[in-house]
């Protein structure tokens, strides 16, 4: 018989109702949650209620605790399954791809209505991360996010809609599987892992910046101020920003604050296509670092783990 742990951190998956009608996330515990949701018969399943908060309140300093648990329990197990709030959902399941580096499959779940609402998602989603996290074909994937019959990469998964059931999905590169049945359909796994060996006593303060028309260099100038650790602007199109953001993007990179430019477009690379002053390449002239193809919020965990793992910044965004 298989055998998963199920890590319990909280969110909606774990909510319920409150005496004003209003979902408070986080109220079950793991063993709450299981014996409200069932858990399969055929599997083995072990819960440890690791936090029990929105998934907004978690924290980076909370995922190295969840590491330190993946540690420690990885040997006595098949799998993993991590439940957590979906606001924040793709961040953490991304820094954890990058933080551990292990065989077995660990699967990040949730669900955008609470246990107790009518229709809920989150006994299916459970139930499927459970099944998924036991199956042979996810050993050396990576963390992986399974909602709604699908299994996503961590790298490329993205919230898409606020609170409808199908509310994740990875533009332009697809889901890895599809759960029917219970069983365990995977098409594609990633061609590359990366590992991250953070040093968990190291501090990484980055920021995301969102770029439009008439920005200002105000956040840039903040930031600077703040000395904060890094910075991540999400540009437009090809990876532009307003000129006027310019003096203090390289006043922030002589300081020493490395500085990258994603696009927030959906699907394409930043890239140096246009010359002129605020484009990508003028940005990449000044040492700002190519994002690729990666969505702010996620180039801002792999700056931080970078940061914490004291890697060369440049090589790491441009493999």
């Given at each position: 018989?298989?055998?998963?742990?199920?890590?319990?951190?909280?969110?909606?998956?774990?909510?319920?109702?409150?005496?004003?009608?209003?979902?408070?996330?986080?109220?079950?515990?793991?063993d709450e949650l299981a014996a409200k949701l069932g858990i399969p018969e055929d599997i083995e399943v072990d819960i440890l209620s690791a936090l029990q908060k929105p998934s907004v309140h978690i924290s980076i300093q909370d995922l190295d605790n969840i590491k330190k648990v993946i540690e420690?329990?990885?040997?006595?197990?098949?799998?993993?399954?991590?439940?957590?709030?979906?606001?924040?959902?793709?961040?953490?399941?991304?820094?954890?791809?990058?933080?551990?580096?292990?065989?077995?499959?660990?699967?990040?779940?949730?669900?955008?209505?609470?246990?107790?609402?009518?229709?809920?998602?989150?006994?299916?989603n459970?139930?499927?991360?459970?099944?998924?996290?036991?199956?042979?074909?996810?050993?050396?994937?990576?963390?992986?996010?399974?909602?709604?019959?699908?299994?996503?990469?961590?790298?490329?998964?993205k919230k898409e809609h606020a609170s409808n059931i199908q509310g994740f999905n990875a533009f332009g590169f697809g889901y890895l599987g599809i759960i029917d049945n219970d069983k365990i359909h995977l098409y594609q796994k990633p061609v590359r892992r990366e590992f991250y060996d953070i040093n968990e006593n190291k501090p990484a303060h980055v920021v995301l910046i969102k770029c439009h028309m008439d920005s200002t260099d105000l956040f840039i100038r903040a930031s600077i101020e703040a000395a904060v650790d890094g910075i991540i602007l999400e540009g437009l199109g090809r990876g532009q920003v307003h000129p006027s953001m310019m003096e203090k993007i390289e006043e922030a990179i002589q300081q020493g604050i490395p500085v990258v430019i994603t696009t927030a477009s959906e699907e394409g690379h930043v890239y140096t296509t246009y010359d002129y002053v605020g484009s990508a390449y003028d940005l990449f002239k000044k040492g700002v670092i190519m994002g690729r193809d990666y969505d702010a919020k996620k180039a801002r965990i792999k700056l931080i783990a970078c940061l914490r793992a004291e890697k060369e910044i440049y090589s790491a965004f441009n493999y």
């Open positions: 018989m298989k055998k998963v742990l199920i890590i319990s951190t909280g969110g909606t998956i774990a909510s319920t109702e409150n005496a004003e009608g209003k979902l408070e996330a986080g109220k079950y515990s793991g420690e329990k990885q040997n006595y197990y098949d799998g993993i399954v991590i439940t957590h709030g979906t606001d924040t959902l793709e961040e953490s399941a991304y820094y954890l791809d990058l933080i551990t580096n292990y065989s077995l499959p660990i699967v990040v779940t949730g669900s955008q209505r609470s246990p107790d609402a009518l229709g809920s998602d989150a006994y299916i459970l139930r499927h991360a459970i099944y998924t996290a036991s199956s042979q074909s996810m050993k050396d994937t990576g963390v992986t996010v399974v909602f709604n019959e699908r299994i996503f990469s961590a790298q490329y998964v």
